[in-house]
């Protein structure tokens, strides 16, 4: 096909949109991400493993390369009050935690949401205690599913910087404004470098527009009521306008990614998930964060072998893409949920991710086999073994009458 002049002034566009290369882990590329946003107010009370997203903020503030207010609270829960009043008067605001931090702040962060502010935080998944434990679990972020946040996992520090913009993008704008958590696997991703492609700053102009809350800016000359006690004469509603807005970020999300493509090139085939290797296959593990990396090497190794199975890496879990992901998981004869989180006593004792999943794919006539695999969980690895055997017991499921057992625990000392 002949290239003419309009598609070669897009690619150079395109190519012009990045600025330079540089070897960062998660940690930087989110600092890298909230600089280009141009944030306002910055609020901290660091907790590993998400520390030194905090501690490369305040280098670039104090090298005159990030001109924002940054405020070292008492705790995480004035951490993140700091950010939803900042937020509330018009200013662009982040913070993050991560694990238990994450859970001493919630009374905040749940107002946040029903307030329909929209900061960004990020989430270094981490366990929670107790037993102590540093490592990667996914409970943290996921405790706030179903509190009105937006809530995505980035898979590399590439994707974590470039969802620091999608996030205000989608977060900000005037149809959702709810706030945004970004979540990275603690270690796996929080601390391992990779390289980055960092875009300029004129093209994330042109990508992100200023925050502007409009007429719900708090402000003296602008007197307005937030968070009134209305209890039964009016919370039905306010819960109702909250549940409208989730639904519509649906879109704004999908609006979002033709956006950053046409700035930044094809850099997304499909906004909610990730696909690897489906095109024929009949079976396919799905998962969340970082173990995208064995899982994918495990999908390679036994295509080399001639079996057919596949790979999806869930990136938004709130809004949950369930039609999006209805259509594409109907294609397979099995799939397997792997989960980096607990949810005890829940139906088959199975993970979060699970109920979500067969919730999803319960209207269907013909629905694929679903089993359940439970691991990495307090940060153990997850192993291109595990993944190999996970998607073994997966393409079992599809020959048996539904007699075997819903969960596997994977990786468990014997």
């Given at each position: 096909m002949k290239q003419t002049e309009t598609d070669t002034a897009v690619l150079d566009q395109r190519l012009a949109a990045w600025d330079r290369k540089e070897l960062l882990n998660g940690c930087q590329a989110v600092a890298q991400g909230v600089r280009l946003a141009d944030v306002d107010v910055i609020s901290a009370y660091p907790i590993r493993p998400y520390t030194e997203v905090?501690?490369?903020?305040?280098?670039?503030i104090a090298d005159g390369k990030l001109d924002a207010e940054y405020i070292i609270a008492d705790s995480e829960h004035s951490q993140f009050e700091i950010v939803k009043h900042a937020s509330s008067v018009g200013a662009r605001a982040f913070a993050g935690s991560s694990g238990t931090g994450w859970m001493y702040g919630f009374e905040a962060l749940v107002v946040t949401a029903t307030d329909r502010l929209p900061p960004l935080f990020l989430v270094g998944n981490r366990a929670l205690d107790d037993p102590g434990a540093f490592g990667v679990e996914h409970n943290d972020a996921m405790a706030l599913r179903d509190m009105g946040w937006l809530l995505c996992w980035a898979t590399t520090a590439q994707e974590a910087l470039e969802h620091v913009l999608i996030g205000y993008r989608v977060a900000e704008d005037s149809r959702v404004r709810m706030p945004m958590a970004l979540a990275m696997d603690g270690a796996f991703l929080t601390h391992s470098q990779h390289m980055v492609q960092v875009p300029t700053e004129e093209a994330v102009a042109r990508f992100l527009p200023r925050y502007d809350l409009g007429p719900r800016r708090l402000h003296p000359d602008n007197p307005i009521s937030i968070a009134p006690q209305v209890n039964e004469d009016w919370v039905m509603e306010l819960r109702r306008q909250n549940w409208e807005a989730a639904r519509r970020a649906k879109g704004v999300i999908v609006q979002a990614y033709q956006e950053f493509n046409e700035i930044f090139g094809e850099r997304y085939a499909t906004p909610f998930f990730s696909e690897f290797m489906t095109d024929d296959a009949e079976t396919v593990l799905i998962g969340v964060g970082a173990v995208a990396m064995p899982a994918r090497t495990a999908v390679r190794r036994l295509r080399e072998q001639g079996r057919k199975v596949g790979y999806i890496g869930l990136?938004?879990?709130?809004?949950?893409?369930?039609?999006?992901?209805?259509?594409?998981?109907?294609?397979?004869r099995a799939v397997g949920v792997l989960d980096r989180n607990f949810a005890h006593g829940s139906p088959d004792?199975?993970?979060?991710?699970l109920h979500d999943v067969r919730s999803c794919l319960y209207p269907l006539a013909s629905r694929p086999a679903v089993v359940n695999f439970i691991g990495g969980l307090g940060g153990r690895d997850i192993s291109i073994a595990d993944c190999t055997r996970m998607l073994e017991i997966t393409g079992k499921a599809a020959e048996r009458a539904g007699d075997e057992e819903t969960v596997t625990w994977i990786g468990l000392r014997e």
């Amino acid at each position: 096909m002949k290239q003419t002049e309009t598609d070669t002034a897009v690619l150079d566009q395109r190519l012009a949109a990045w600025d330079r290369k540089e070897l960062l882990n998660g940690c930087q590329a989110v600092a890298q991400g909230v600089r280009l946003a141009d944030v306002d107010v910055i609020s901290a009370y660091p907790i590993r493993p998400y520390t030194e997203v905090m501690d490369a903020l305040s280098k670039l503030i104090a090298d005159g390369k990030l001109d924002a207010e940054y405020i070292i609270a008492d705790s995480e829960h004035s951490q993140f009050e700091i950010v939803k009043h900042a937020s509330s008067v018009g200013a662009r605001a982040f913070a993050g935690s991560s694990g238990t931090g994450w859970m001493y702040g919630f009374e905040a962060l749940v107002v946040t949401a029903t307030d329909r502010l929209p900061p960004l935080f990020l989430v270094g998944n981490r366990a929670l205690d107790d037993p102590g434990a540093f490592g990667v679990e996914h409970n943290d972020a996921m405790a706030l599913r179903d509190m009105g946040w937006l809530l995505c996992w980035a898979t590399t520090a590439q994707e974590a910087l470039e969802h620091v913009l999608i996030g205000y993008r989608v977060a900000e704008d005037s149809r959702v404004r709810m706030p945004m958590a970004l979540a990275m696997d603690g270690a796996f991703l929080t601390h391992s470098q990779h390289m980055v492609q960092v875009p300029t700053e004129e093209a994330v102009a042109r990508f992100l527009p200023r925050y502007d809350l409009g007429p719900r800016r708090l402000h003296p000359d602008n007197p307005i009521s937030i968070a009134p006690q209305v209890n039964e004469d009016w919370v039905m509603e306010l819960r109702r306008q909250n549940w409208e807005a989730a639904r519509r970020a649906k879109g704004v999300i999908v609006q979002a990614y033709q956006e950053f493509n046409e700035i930044f090139g094809e850099r997304y085939a499909t906004p909610f998930f990730s696909e690897f290797m489906t095109d024929d296959a009949e079976t396919v593990l799905i998962g969340v964060g970082a173990v995208a990396m064995p899982a994918r090497t495990a999908v390679r190794r036994l295509r080399e072998q001639g079996r057919k199975v596949g790979y999806i890496g869930l990136r938004w879990f709130r809004p949950f893409p369930t039609e999006e992901l209805r259509e594409c998981l109907s294609r397979f004869r099995a799939v397997g949920v792997l989960d980096r989180n607990f949810a005890h006593g829940s139906p088959d004792c199975g993970g979060i991710v699970l109920h979500d999943v067969r919730s999803c794919l319960y209207p269907l006539a013909s629905r694929p086999a679903v089993v359940n695999f439970i691991g990495g969980l307090g940060g153990r690895d997850i192993s291109i073994a595990d993944c190999t055997r996970m998607l073994e017991i997966t393409g079992k499921a599809a020959e048996r009458a539904g007699d075997e057992e819903t969960v596997t625990w994977i990786g468990l000392r014997e």
